[in-house]
């Protein structure tokens, strides 16, 4: 069931000479095999398809530039479901099919962020809606895995629009290039007397984006703490297996356990067992993944609850708990004060879009975890409406390689978050991004507990595609406007 996130009765728009349309688009399947597996809840991830586009879009005067966008197309993540996942992987590729033919069907011009709301409250939710009628039995896609699968072709189209303008992406975010403010596209909190009238994103965005940014590294439920959990399956490729080993060669200071959710003595023991071996190692900061499978606050609190009287130190080390219940917020409206009163609770799965995130603050939730791959206007709209009602940012890892990592990483350098940003493809599937990496060598690898966002510069998103020349197969897709 999806639901329309809608947009708000604003200024009316008025064209600019900026505006931009879609002329042509190109869909690229890259598989990608991790050297480790990925437990997300009841699955595991041992390959991702990563959906590559490449857009092409003009202005009125018939000038025209390119733009890329990529996207890990992680069905375990967007899609959980009892659904094989042969049947989930096909469906989400044919519905990035039916994207770059919509896309270019999408007649209108403007700003990337005024045309990534309008196509998804206009062409997404209906085309959805449609794909999932032909399908048969369970596999609905949701909305969640629509837009992942929309994201690459929306990233695509703000890195085009800074290209064609020759500037950063980021700074066209203002009244210099977009119609329409904030009040367009958001509705505040009542109550909170917020005003979004004549307030752009650039309003929201920090003033001066950090270019090296804290790392944190992922702990996931299969990652082997100590020489006595080693399986012999272990990969020998010269990367770390064990925790320190992770923590001594990056300098980590920043560690996310993900948990079970559903075993709350397996939980207690995990995050005790790797806070502290962090202590032993100088990690500073943990943070708590429950994987969305928690019904009742009473399981996160009193884990907590248990740690600051048992384990202080590994609770004070405790940053934020992320989003410990389930996906649908709508569906499961939980009160959540209980465990935000103990530690700030940040929205994940949950947050689709900016309405979410007001409907998840008036349950107790305090922060947001902001995600690339719910499409940069999503993350930005919701960055813009958090940030106006006081809550936390941070921006999380979809184990983003090759391309996929840089919009992601200045996404968190703009959204000034409460720590860094998670980075964890260097675990997964290291070698996938060794191409981009001889161009942005401090974006895929760890260093002093940092990323090094140096290397990025020039229009766009500063990708330095044609610098980076990672070879493609053919287009799984072409499509062009009338």
Same mark, same amino acid.
């Given at each position: ?43 595991? %991830?041992? /390959?991702?398809?990563?959906?590559? @586009?490449?857009?092409?879009? *003009?202005?009125?005067?018939? =000038? !025209?530039?390119? #733009? ?46 005024? %045309?990534? /709301?309008?196509?998804?409250?206009? @062409?997404?939710?209906?085309? *959805?809606?449609?794909?999932? =009628? !032909?399908?048969? #039995? ?345």
């Amino acid at each position: 069931m999806f639901t329309t996130p809608g947009r708000t009765t604003g200024h009316a728009a008025t064209p600019r000479p900026t505006d931009v349309r879609v002329t042509r688009v190109e869909l690229y399947l890259l598989p990608v095999a991790t050297r480790v597996p990925l437990k997300f809840g009841g699955e595991t %991830l041992t /390959s991702v398809t990563c959906a590559r @586009v490449r857009m092409t879009v *003009a202005d009125a005067c018939g =000038r !025209t530039a390119e #733009g890329w966008g990529e996207t890990p197309l992680s069905v375990q993540w967007a899609w959980p479901s009892t659904v094989c996942y042969r049947d989930r992987h096909e469906a989400m590729i044919a519905f990035c099919r039916c994207l770059a033919e919509a896309w270019c069907r999408f007649d209108r011009a403007g700003h990337p962020l005024e %045309l990534g /709301s309008d196509f998804q409250h206009d @062409v997404l939710d209906p085309l *959805a809606a449609n794909f999932n =009628r !032909t399908r048969q #039995g369970d596999a609905q896609l949701p909305h969640l895995a629509a837009l992942v699968c929309c994201s690459p072709f929306d990233l695509a189209l703000h890195d085009a629009y800074g290209n064609l303008h020759n500037v950063p992406t980021y700074e066209t975010y203002n009244a210099q290039f977009m119609s329409r403010d904030v009040a367009s596209f958001l509705e505040p909190a009542e109550g909170y007397g917020v005003d979004f009238r004549n307030r752009f994103p650039a309003d929201f965005l920090a003033l001066q984006p950090e270019r090296k940014l804290p790392v944190w590294h992922l702990v996931g439920g299969l990652d082997p703490l100590d020489e006595g959990e080693r399986t012999g399956s272990e990969p020998r490729d010269g990367y770390p297996v064990l925790l320190a080993d992770w923590i001594e060669r990056d300098g980590l200071q920043c560690l996310k356990i993900k948990l079970r959710g559903n075993d709350a003595a397996w939980d207690y023991d995990r995050l005790v067992r790797v806070g502290q071996l962090g202590q032993q190692h100088g990690v500073r900061w943990l943070s708590t993944d429950f994987n969305c499978t928690v019904h009742d606050p009473a399981y996160v609190n009193e884990i907590l609850d248990r740690l600051r009287c048992e384990q202080p130190a590994i609770f004070d080390a405790i940053l934020y708990v992320e989003q410990p219940f389930p996906y649908d917020l709508e569906a499961n409206q939980i009160d959540v004060r209980g465990v935000s009163a103990r530690k700030p609770l940040f929205m994940d799965e949950s947050a689709h879009t900016w309405r979410f995130v007001r409907l998840g603050r008036s349950l107790g939730w305090t922060g947001v975890a902001l995600k690339t791959c719910k499409t940069q206007t999503g993350a930005i709209l919701s960055l813009c409406w958090a940030r106006a009602h006081g809550m936390d940012l941070m921006v999380q890892d979809l184990t983003n390689p090759m391309l996929a990592q840089i919009p992601h990483v200045l996404l968190a350098a703009h959204a000034g978050t409460i720590m860094g940003v998670e980075s964890n493809s260097m675990q997964f599937y290291p070698e996938a991004s060794a191409m981009e990496a001889r161009v942005h060598p401090g974006l895929y690898t760890r260093r002093g507990g940092e990323l090094d966002l140096a290397s990025l510069r020039g229009p766009g998103f500063g990708c330095r595609i044609a610098e980076i020349g990672r070879p493609l197969p053919s287009p799984d897709r072409v499509a062009e406007a009338n």
